[in-house]
């Protein structure tokens, strides 16, 4: 049972980025903010050697999965501070109404700014980074190992031969995750400089006062999380596995494990994890283990727990996530 939720841990911790060919089958969802309905752009097979040996069910279930993980973030996402989001409008409409000449109605638009972030810290007094717009993009890669590594291998030549622009673009479309990115008002520095910029309106220092709000918006920050799909799928099956292996379906269990462990495999050709790494050894001979377990005695379940624990483990530890200034332009 130690050795399952172990590698049910590993899994976990090797989420992360993957890539995709021209030869690869891919689906891209766009969710921004506000609810919009996600876009789906499919990427046609002319060769046919994108297509993976992956079955119905398996697809199934790995379409729950990332639907929910998809769900789950967007969630998050959604979590947008009305008050705030609301004064940064009035900002936005107070920079332009200075270009304009209008510096009156520009003063009015940064006192009602002013008003609306000392109402959000009057109550929460703790606001530090403010979530005020957000966008999630899946894209969902099918295919196997062989293929990607081919496709890399392809690319490795272009490279060697200086034709670096047909390089990239065979690697630059390979990924295969989720990524969320949300924009963070600093309500610590922002409504401060939002005031000294109103100060400087009405002594009439406009440039002054433009280039102070240009500044307070070079303070935004981008927060970026990736989310490995591979690594989702891996999960997914496995969960899924467990619960056929109850009912004695052993022909679709290990059909699911080995499944399992070509998503691994993907994760790692895609660089979301160190091949060589003790991490992704113990992972693979986890999943060999329960299918030896599953055409043997079948005492697997406490590998199953292990497993799920191990792997939920990695994606929540690979899940990377930054955060950096982000630049508005006007």
């Known amino acids: 049972m130690k050795n399952q939720k172990k590698n049910i ?8 980025t993957l890539f995709i060919s021209p030869f690869l089958l891919a689906e891209t969802q766009d969710n921004v903010t506000n609810n919009k309905p996600a876009v789906t752009k499919a990427t046609d097979d002319t060769t046919n050697k994108s297509k993976s040996n992956i079955s119905k069910e398996q697809q199934k279930i790995n379409e729950k999965a990332i639907k929910d993980k998809e769900k789950k973030q967007n969630d998050l996402l959604k979590e947008i501070h009305k008050g705030v989001s609301e004064g940064l409008k009035k900002v ?22 002013t008003g609306k972030f000392n109402i959000a810290l009057a109550a929460d007094p703790k606001l530090a980074l403010v ?37 990239r673009a065979l690697l630059l479309p390979l990924h295969d995750d989720m990524i969320s990115s949300t924009t963070l008002l600093p309500m610590t520095t922002y409504p401060d400089a939002i005031k000294l910029a109103t100060k400087m309106l009405i002594e009439g220092k406009k440039e002054a006062a433009l280039a102070t709000l240009a500044t307070a ?8 999380s990736v989310i490995p ?23 679709t269990v290990l059909i699911l494990l080995n499944g399992a462990e070509q998503q691994l495999q993907i994760a790692t050709v895609l660089g979301y994890a160190d091949q060589n790494s003790a991490l992704y050894e113990d992972l693979k ?27 939920k483990d990695l994606i929540n530890k690979k899940s990377k996530q930054t955060a950096e200034p982000k630049t508005e332009t006007k």
């Open 229 to 251: 799909l591979s690594l989702l799928r891996t999960e997914s099956m496995v969960q899924e596995a467990s619960k056929l292996d109850k009912e004695k379906k052993k022909d």
């Open 9 to 16: 841990a590993a899994i976990s911790l090797l989420t992360g």
């Open 92 to 113: 936005t409409k107070a920079t332009k109404l200075i270009k304009d000449g209008k510096e009156k109605e520009a003063i009015k638009a940064l006192e009602e700014a």
């Open 131 to 167: 979530p005020i717009d957000s966008n999630l993009t899946v894209t969902n890669l099918r295919t196997t190992p062989k293929v990607i590594k081919a496709q890399i291998g392809v690319a490795i030549d272009l490279l060697k031969a200086s034709k670096v622009q047909a390089a």
């Open 217 to 224: 918006l070079s303070t935004f920050v981008e927060e970026t």
């Open 285 to 311: 001979k986890q999943i060999r283990a329960l299918k030896k377990e599953v055409t043997g005695a079948n005492v697997v379940e406490k590998l199953y727990d292990t497993f799920k624990k191990s792997i």
